[in-house]
């Protein structure tokens, strides 16, 4: 048996969007020299839902092939972790983590083309959630569910909770990004 994984469900937090800009902000300076964008991804990024104590946040590279190097050497000088276990079945994507302090249990940073199809769907499930309270109510009820169990791996969490999410992002990318089709 792997080791056992508890999952947290907390109320939303009303810290978490300054938490998530001073991240931002410190993000930004790192990486000044770079054409990026950021955004607050995730549950703690959609002001009522119950979350992970987790920020989320999503930096787009403009150019992401000549410049995630660059971006991997800046941000792990940072003091994040570089984890680069799915990055054989998402090339396409940097994952870090650091841990975080207080109200916020970790930081995770994914970096990804601007644009592509990992930025456009977590930002329409985003928007989509913060524009329809009763999907994001449903959404919390789901997690929330999900987290009374025990998982060998957190990402068995992540899995389970497709479900739910694959469907309302369709929607969502048909709303909000009408005219991008998934390469």
């Not at 978490?16 to 931002?24: A, G, L, S, T």
């Not at 592509?116 to 499930?125: L, Q, S, T, V």
């Amino acid at each position: 048996m792997k080791g056992q994984k508890i999952i947290t469900i907390v109320d939303y937090n009303p810290e978490w969007p300054e938490i998530y800009e001073k991240e931002k902000g410190l993000i930004d300076g790192i990486l000044a020299d770079i054409d990026h964008q950021i955004e607050h991804i995730g549950s703690t990024s959609v002001k009522g839902l119950g979350a992970k104590a987790v920020i989320d946040v999503m930096i787009g590279l403009e150019n992401f092939d000549r410049d995630s190097e660059k971006l991997v050497e800046l941000i792990t000088g940072a003091g994040y972790n570089y984890i680069d276990t799915f990055e054989h079945t998402m090339p396409y994507r940097r994952y870090f983590n650091k841990p975080g302090e207080g109200v916020i249990t970790k930081y995770h940073v994914h970096s990804v083309q601007t644009g592509g199809w990992f930025w456009n769907r977590h930002i329409a499930f985003r928007n989509y959630l913060r524009d329809h309270c009763d999907v994001r109510d449903e959404y919390c009820r789901v997690k929330k569910e999900l987290a009374k169990k025990v998982w060998d791996e957190n990402n068995d969490y992540a899995w389970a909770k497709t479900d739910f999410i694959v469907p309302v992002q369709e929607k969502a990318l048909k709303i909000y990004f009408p005219d991008y089709e998934k390469g």
